[in-house]
């Protein structure tokens, strides 16, 4: 702490010097160059004891927000308890009772491995998926993000995220929600599996009904697995423990899972599978560590990841998010009428996505061709900036180029805080067709940067 006191204003200056030099220059552009000194729950305090609604939950990790009493309390405990962690050469029981836990939320599902992100357990899932089945390709929808590590960037489909790092993984991208073009990919009869997210993260977009079940068939009748990324969307995020249950039927080969099950203290992923899975991958003794990681199943993590299931359980966290989530929606929902700039909301609980588009009328559609002339996703970015500088809540824009922001509070949020997000909301929405004022300024600002940018 004496570290911090002395050298914590140096922050932006440090990151300049010795980290991403564009993180701090973006943050500058944009006006986010805050500096928080605490934070709990779904609120941060600035050095002017100022607060912030935080509908970002560190991109979904901080699930039960920041510094809950009992996943804290529980890392106390098991730091106080001098175990022999990591020893490597024993068993310990703490990640035997974090994979009980989560096993009896996919009762279909037998085995567990640990790691320490999301990247890392969607790594795990196309390797036991490959090791499985015997077969090299991995299919997975357009526009998904499943991590950036070089296996998940294989079936990433943004490009702005592969561009400069082939070559990848044998691939193939399939167009969300395509079941003809899945089936046409399945009958090479090269493919391990399908990775999707149930709900995309980039933009939220939900599989359309019936796809998940429907998919799930047709890779089993030819051989291949199903493969949920849940790290953004599992643990409660959408309503349900996992999102994959809005569909019935639907019972994934692989689970990954990550983010949330921190508790926003000790980085965990966790790839849940069928036995017959893992007794592929780990067939013989002598690969026992054919798939390891350093830090997988350590003390810290388990007792965090167990502390998190608590308080979902006991908290009622599913059913407040679904609740919540629904308030949000249907408020905003509301509202599309009344803005012209405002084109769909849409989701599950507390995974939100406020879409923008062209309005009806001249003057206004006019500002939206000059912006969108420019670079495409200005508008949720002047939709966002004053979100944060002027009503202090801080949101995301869901993707690079998408006139999308993505909300994805923490699950503990209630009432008050979905009106606090809603008056700012509609505030902004009437300065943006008022045509005119700080939010169309800071517009011009942006355009010319992105045209700086071109050049």
């Known amino acids: 702490m004496a ?53 970002l939950a560190g991109f979904g990790v901080m699930g039960l927000g920041r510094h809950h009493p009992v996943v804290r309390k529980a890392l106390h405990d098991v730091i106080d308890a001098s175990l ?25 599902l037998d085995r567990v491995f640990f790691g320490s992100s999301g990247t890392e357990a969607v790594e795990t899932a196309l390797k036991f998926a490959r090791c499985a089945t015997g077969r090299p390709r991995v299919l997975y929808c357009d526009h998904a993000f ?65 796809f998940l079940r429907a998919a799930q068939d047709l890779l089993h009748r030819h051989g291949a697995l199903l493969i949920a990324d849940e790290v953004q ?46 007794r592929k991958v780990y067939s013989a003794m002598d690969r026992v560590l054919v798939h390891s990681a ?45 803005y012209e700039f405002l084109h769909a909301v849409r989701g599950r609980g ?13 003057v206004l559609r006019s500002r939206w061709a000059m912006l969108q002339a420019a670079r495409r996703g200005l508008f949720a970015q002047m939709v966002v900036v004053p979100l944060l500088r002027r009503h202090r809540i801080l949101t995301q824009v869901s993707g690079d180029r998408l006139e999308v922001i993505k909300l994805i509070p923490p699950l503990t949020i209630g009432e008050r805080e979905a009106d606090r997000f809603l008056g700012a909301f509609e505030a902004v929405m009437d300065e943006a067709h008022s045509g005119g004022g700080l939010m169309w300024d800071f517009g011009r600002t942006l355009i010319g940067q992105a045209v700086a940018g071109r050049r």
């Open 350 to 362: 507390l995974m939100i996505g406020i879409e923008f588009g062209q309005p009806r009328s001249l």
């Open 84 to 108: 022999a962690d990591l020893t490597r050469f024993d068993c310990p029981p703490l990640p035997g009772l974090l994979a009980e836990r989560l096993l009896a939320h996919s009762p279909h």
């Open 146 to 210: 499943h991590g950036l590590t070089a296996g998940s960037l294989s079936v990433n489909g943004e490009s702005c995220f592969r561009d400069g790092f082939a070559p990848l993984l044998p691939d193939t991208a399939i167009p969300l929600g395509d079941l003809t073009a899945l089936e046409r990919e399945l009958r090479r009869g090269d493919v391990a599996a399908l990775i999707v997210e149930p709900i995309q993260g980039k933009g939220v977009h939900e599989t359309p009904p019936g």
């Open 294 to 338: 350093s830090f997988g199943s350590n003390a810290q993590a388990m007792a965090a990841g167990l502390a998190v299931l608590s308080v979902i359980e006991d908290e009622g966290i599913v059913a407040r998010a679904r609740a919540t989530g629904d308030l949000l929606r249907t408020r905003l929902t509301a509202l599309i009428d009344r």
């Open 3 to 55: 570290l911090l006191a002395e050298r914590g204003k140096e922050r932006y200056d440090l990151h300049t010097r010795h980290l991403n030099h564009q993180l701090p220059r973006m943050l500058r552009t944009i006006g986010f160059d805050k500096v928080y000194e605490r934070a709990e729950g779904a609120y941060f305090w600035d050095e002017d004891g100022d607060d912030y609604l935080d509908m």
């Open 233 to 278: 969307t599992g643990l409660g995020r959408t309503g349900d423990f996992w999102a994959h249950r809005h569909e019935d039927g639907v019972e994934p080969d692989l689970i990954c899972v990550a983010k949330a099950l921190s508790g926003g203290y000790v980085p965990v992923g966790a790839t849940l599978g069928r036995d017959a899975i893992f």
